[in-house]
């Protein structure tokens, strides 16, 4: 089975950054895209940053230029640099994978979520 498992939320003030980081764990053939998602309360989960396998990435309108996905793939871990935060970056942040288990089957992955909350 495989884990992702995130770490490095917390509560930052306004203006301030943070590094999210997940790793994947458990029988990977090969990781494919993996990416952030975050969950505000009482509004649906809506992407944040996607990042391929060679490094294309991909971001949402409202954290584009402050935010920045990179992973390492020999670690099979994904980060999301989070500058100039705002009140509204509050939200659990998801981190997700595609994960292949042989050349042939590959299947989503989610992360158990980390907070993240931005108050003075």
């Known amino acids: 089975q495989v884990q992702l498992v995130e770490s490095g939320g917390g509560l930052v003030q306004p203006g301030g950054s943070l590094r999210l980081s997940c790793a994947a764990s458990g029988s990977i053939f090969s990781l494919y895209a993996m990416g952030w998602h975050r969950q505000a309360p009482g509004k649906q989960r809506e992407l944040v940053a996607t990042?391929?396998?060679?490094?294309?990435?991909n971001y949402a309108s409202s954290v584009k230029g402050r935010f920045t996905i990179s992973r390492d793939n020999a670690k099979n871990t994904v980060y999301l640099q989070m500058n100039s935060l705002k009140p509204e970056d509050t939200a659990v942040y998801y981190c997700?994978?595609?994960?292949?288990?042989?050349?042939?089957?590959?299947?989503?992955?989610w992360g158990q979520g980390t907070q993240v909350t931005v108050s003075s």
């Open positions: 990042i391929t396998s060679g490094g294309r990435t």
């Open positions: 997700n994978a595609d994960v292949a288990y042989s050349d042939s089957y590959h299947k989503g992955h």
